[in-house]
């Protein structure tokens, strides 16, 4: 509430135990059957889950662990009292009842209680609502006494010899605190006036004992002395009796004095609360007031008047917390004559003083409410939730704001909110491992802490569990503030479950949240994959890798790639000119292990292979996609389905990519130049069928691998992997070349490839972070480890940890790749080949990594004409969540004219980073992104991805379709070219080289006139 206005509620007639009653229709109140001041938490929440469940919709508005009372909210057109009668009915339930109405709620019937405006304006009526005082609170009156005359206290309101503790009277040293001033009696008043007793006025807190002190005399004057043994004396009744003190001290000195602090550092460190005024001067604070900037426990307090404005009299300054009504504040007078003023019962005073007990009830009803409180948290609990009187967060005059009981008193503790404990691990792979996240939702001011009192039990376990788990102060109760414990599971074997609970506690409140979890184990992903292979006629045009045109580049590059096809993984083949054709139908497979000598499905796939060819024709890439989704599309028992394009050159013959369509993963690899492929319509379709495209550029001697390498990370990214490193390099006679790469703990199993001339031209090792080397000569050693070799491959796929049974155990930290030239393969070789002469034998090393640490990297572009805008995000995992730690990303961008750059990628959020690049020039990006940083357990990690963007003028023209034609073509050009491709297939050698002497380049012209 704000203002002193309420909210509207919604409320009807209705008849309840015989009587007509008005009720909320959107609430209704259960208290539980407890035993008094021994709840038992557990059953508690149990019941309250029970009862949650059985009332669809509801939610619950506010507990009382303490009393067992619940409040609820259920849906509107829910019958109140029919579910009232039926909740009363059931086992551990006192009963249950609507949530009824009046003009006013908790308005006492205190005759003068309507001139009290102080109440209304801070919302009084409000926190009675929920709040009116226990026993288990203390507020001590530290001033001029009580009315009490004659062995009795005299005042109406202030007479319940049970509840107003009579302590010792400074000024006479006696147990009789009488005020011969009236100070005291007022502020006792305001505190703590018996209240809804038919007689005089309201005060805050209606049942919590009141301790009296007398430090002033019969002309309000006392000394620093008497105000700290004051203080110790509430002070240590309060411990002995195990109580919260709230103290009371509507004075304060013009000097400060040790006295003062070390009374303010008693009260403080005890854990108790100090309610000061700040001083009526209308200038700078009295002591101790001040001592709020040094002590949690000290509240200073200012005053306002009737129009919500700080008064011209209430000292100002930083040490000032909150402010109060101060101004016309009517409250208890001694029923008889002091100090010559002859008024009794009832008078209004001004100043900080009659501000002061206000916040001093509150105090009181906050601590009553939640009686777990520290003293600062009480006070925190009173500056968040007081009403800003200006701009900002604080002002010298009204300190934090002016308090607000009723948002104090409902916001003084805890709400906590299980929005996840129920944890379904659904088809997780086998070797993976999954987190998933007890999710509790904390709406408090204050440092909040969960422990797991019950821990999962196998095949589950905590991660990075460190108890307690917490969350700090806050000073926005209304926003929730999530609190995650983390549960982990790792895949067993396929068809495997399990099921398990947990319990966590709140530490502060004492709930119980009960944890369900269950989880089922399959087969590692597979993945039925259709390669899409060009054979148009710009096929058999040089590649720019030696002598290799680009027919001979693409089969070996497909070689390597049948060679590396993961165990139950499946290949189907298309080719495609003017048409397509199948060069595998059905898809092969599964695959057998990749070292298996009798797998008829990798044979096949590699013998089709070579039927590939040979080039001619133009180039329907529409055609080839097509086939390729028709035969996936009776593939079944695989995981996923995926089609891999490669073409050298862009659309000049339907079926166009605009005709066709797919419900497969798309892949494609475009070798060429981007002028060449104009590939915005292959980039758009892989883009939209969670794929991507990658350019070659021109090739030239360093690219040998590039197109192999590109066809490799694809299959990483269909097989869940991860690319960890991918050097290139030189291998000279005589050296080892040491090729580093990082593993960690969430790494399961990792493929070291390397990629090379020719089989046998390298040896190759693998070494692990303790320095042991994996070879030919032990390999058998190794269980976990398997050699595979193909005509330009070879790789270790290693299932971590990898140990020989003995002294050899092998998981985390830096390994090797060993790269040896074999000197005898060498030289047959050397005075063939001038480029491994002049530097040695030239690699590929690919490191790819099954892994619970993942990167997935993409890159859009808004134009493919220069000035396109590149953006490139990489998301960074951790067993399916996003790593918190921060972790370096750049992104090593090859411009098209050769130079590059590296950029850093922006974290825009956990785990993810950003970047936007313009491409002002015309030609291929490449793009690789790094990745380096550290594991939640601090374990070195790196990851790598490439990624191309192409631009072009006329990029953005629209790409052809049967329905609207090539913009690049026209029946005369059509003709044209299919004569010139002809001419090329059928022309012999002798004939083209007789054409290139005389100056004509017949390759060159078709190419110029066709691409």
Same mark, same amino acid.
């Given at each position: 509430?704000?203002?002193?206005?309420?909210?509207?509620?919604?409320?009807?007639?209705?008849?309840?135990?015989?009587?007509?009653?008005?009720?909320?229709?959107?609430?209704?109140?259960?208290?539980?059957?407890?035993?008094?001041?021994?709840?038992?938490?557990?059953?508690?929440?149990? &019941? !309250?889950? =029970?009862? *949650?469940?059985?009332?669809?919709?509801? @939610?619950?508005?506010?507990?009382?662990?303490? $009393?067992?009372? #619940?409040?609820?909210?259920?849906?509107?057109?829910?019958?109140?009292? &029919? !579910?009232? =009668?039926? *909740?009363?009915?059931?086992?551990?339930? @006192?009963?249950?009842?609507?949530?009824?109405? $009046?003009?006013? #709620?908790?308005?006492?019937?205190?005759?003068?209680?309507?001139?009290?405006?102080?109440?209304?304006?801070?919302?009084?009526?409000?926190?009675?609502?929920?709040?009116?005082?226990?026993?288990?609170?203390?507020?001590?009156?530290?001033?001029?006494?009580?009315?009490?005359?004659?062995?009795?206290?005299?005042?109406?309101?202030?007479?319940?010899?049970?509840?107003?503790?009579?302590?010792?009277?400074?000024?006479?040293?006696?147990?009789?605190?009488?005020?011969?001033?009236?100070?005291?009696?007022?502020?006792?008043?305001?505190?703590?006036?018996?209240?809804?007793?038919?007689?005089?006025?309201?005060?805050?807190?209606?049942?919590?004992?009141?301790?009296?002190?007398?430090?002033?005399?019969?002309?309000?004057?006392?000394?620093?002395?008497?105000?700290?043994?004051?203080?110790?004396e509430v002070v240590d009744y309060a411990i002995a009796n195990n109580l919260k003190v709230v103290i009371n001290l509507s004075a304060g000195w013009f000097s400060d004095s040790d006295t003062l602090t070390d009374a303010c550092r008693y009260a403080s460190d005890n854990g108790m609360l100090l309610c000061v005024a700040t001083g009526n001067e209308g200038g700078t604070l009295r002591f101790p007031a001040t001592k709020s900037l040094d002590f949690n426990g000290v509240i200073a307090v200012g005053a306002t008047d009737n129009s919500d404005n700080v008064t011209d009299f209430s000292n100002v300054g930083p040490a000032v917390t909150v402010v109060a009504p101060g101004k016309d504040i009517l409250s208890t007078f001694p029923t008889y004559d002091v100090n010559g003023d002859t008024a009794h019962d009832y008078v209004s005073w001004n100043g900080t003083s009659m501000a002061t007990p206000h916040v001093t009830g509150l105090a009181s009803l906050v601590w009553s409410h939640v009686s777990q409180l520290t003293n600062d948290e009480v006070r925190d609990v009173i500056v968040n939730t007081a009403v800003k009187l200006g701009s900002g967060d604080f002002n010298d005059s009204w300190g934090h704001g002016r308090i607000d009981a009723a948002n104090a008193v409902a916001k003084a503790g805890w709400e906590l909110t299980p929005v996840q404990i129920n944890l379904n691990f659904i088809d997780i792979p086998e070797g993976e491992t999954q987190l998933r996240a007890v999710r509790i939702d904390v709406k408090s001011f204050h440092f909040t802490s969960f422990e797991m009192t019950n821990l999962p039990g196998a095949p589950f376990t905590m991660f990075n569990y460190s108890p307690p788990v917490s969350i700090g102060k806050s000073t926005d109760f209304d926003t929730p503030r999530p609190v995650f414990l983390w549960i982990k599971y790792t895949g067993t074997v396929a068809g495997d479950s399990a099921t398990g609970t947990a319990e966590a506690r709140c530490i502060q409140t004492g709930q119980i949240f009960n944890i369900t979890i269950s989880a089922n184990t399959i087969a590692r992903p597979t993945c039925a994959m259709v390669m899409v292979l060009d054979k148009s006629g710009s096929m058999s045009e040089p590649s720019g890798v030696g002598t290799m045109t680009r027919e001979q580049v693409l089969r070996y590059s497909s070689n390597i790639f049948m060679t590396y096809v993961r165990e139950n993984n499946g290949v189907g083949i298309v080719q495609f000119d003017d048409d397509a054709y199948d060069l595998l139908n059905p898809v092969a497979g599964p695959f057998g292990a990749a070292d298996d000598p009798f797998d008829l499905s990798r044979s096949a796939a590699i013998t089709a292979l070579g039927s590939y060819g040979p080039p001619g024709g133009n180039t329907a890439i529409g055609d080839g996609i097509e086939k390729a989704q028709n035969m996936l599309s009776g593939v079944t028992g695989y995981t996923k389905k995926a089609i891999i394009v490669f073409t050298d050159g862009h659309e000049t013959a339907p079926k166009y990519i605009a005709d066709v369509t797919t419900d497969s993963q798309l892949f494609a690899v475009g070798l060429g130049m981007a002028n060449e492929l104009n590939p915005a319509a292959l980039n758009e379709i892989c883009n939209g069928h969670d794929g991507y495209l990658l350019l070659t550029d021109q090739l030239d001697n360093d690219d040998t691998f590039k197109l192999a390498k590109y066809f490799l990370q694809i299959q990483a990214g269909l097989n869940n992997e991860q690319v960890v490193v991918d050097p290139n390099g030189y291998v000279a006679p005589g050296s080892i070349v040491k090729v580093p790469f990082h593993l960690n703990e969430t790494d399961i199993s990792v493929d070291a490839i390397v990629m090379l001339p020719f089989q046998g031209i390298l040896e190759i090792a693998i070494e692990t972070p303790s320095g042991d080397v994996i070879s030919n000569s032990n390999l058998a050693s190794f269980p976990t480890v398997t050699k595979v070799t193909g005509q330009q491959i070879t790789y270790f796929r290693m299932t971590l940890p990898v140990n020989d049974g003995g002294s050899i155990n092998a998981d985390t930290g830096q390994w090797n790749i060993l790269l040896k030239v074999n000197e005898k393969y060498y030289k047959r070789y050397l005075g063939n080949n001038s480029e491994m002469a002049a530097h040695g034998v030239k690699f590929t090393a690919l490191v790819h990594a099954y892994s619970n640490l993942r990167m997935l990297c993409s890159l859009s572009q808004n134009s493919y004409e220069p000035g396109a805008l590149l953006n490139l995000r990489a998301v960074i995992t951790e067993y399916g969540v996003p790593l918190t730690k921060n972790t370096s990303v750049e992104a090593v961008v090859k411009m098209p004219d050769g130079t590059s750059m590296t950029v850093a990628l922006a974290k825009v959020g956990t785990g993810i980073y950003e970047l936007e690049l313009k491409a002002n020039y015309a030609g291929i990006y490449e793009i690789v992104i790094h990745a380096s940083g550290f594991t939640s357990r601090n374990v070195t990690f790196t990851r790598e991805q490439v990624l191309t963007a192409g631009v072009w003028r006329g990029g953005d023209r629209p790409g052809p379709s049967s329905s609207s034609g090539n913009p690049d073509n026209n029946d005369v050009k059509d003709t044209i070219c299919k004569l010139l491709h002809c001419l090329k297939d059928n022309i012999n050698g002798a004939a083209k080289e007789k054409l290139l002497k005389e100056g004509f380049n017949i390759d060159g012209f078709s190419k110029c006139f066709c691409s």
């Open positions: 509430m704000e203002n002193g206005k309420r909210k509207t509620i919604s409320f009807t007639k209705g008849v309840w135990k015989g009587k007509e009653i008005d009720y909320r229709t959107d609430r209704i109140l259960i208290k539980l059957d407890i035993i008094p001041r021994k709840p038992d938490v557990q059953m508690i929440e149990k &019941k !309250l889950e =029970e009862i *949650l469940r059985s009332i669809e919709g509801s @939610k619950l508005i506010r507990i009382s662990r303490k $009393t067992g009372k #619940l409040i609820l909210e259920v849906p509107e057109g829910t019958d109140i009292l &029919k !579910l009232a =009668e039926e *909740l009363s009915k059931r086992p551990n339930i @006192k009963y249950a009842a609507p949530d009824m109405v $009046t003009d006013i #709620l908790v308005t006492p019937n205190d005759t003068q209680y309507a001139q009290q405006w102080a109440l209304s304006m801070i919302n009084a009526e409000g926190a009675w609502d929920l709040e009116e005082g226990t026993n288990d609170i203390l507020i001590a009156i530290l001033d001029t006494g009580i009315s009490y005359e004659a062995g009795s206290l005299t005042h109406p309101d202030l007479n319940d010899a049970g509840r107003y503790i009579l302590g010792t009277d400074f000024i006479s040293d006696d147990a009789i605190p009488q005020d011969d001033y009236g100070h005291g009696t007022h502020v006792t008043g305001t505190a703590a006036a018996e209240t809804d007793n038919a007689d005089g006025i309201a005060g805050l807190n209606w049942n919590s004992q009141v301790y009296i002190c007398k430090i002033f005399d019969d002309s309000g004057n006392g000394s620093e002395g008497d105000f700290e043994s004051a203080v110790e």
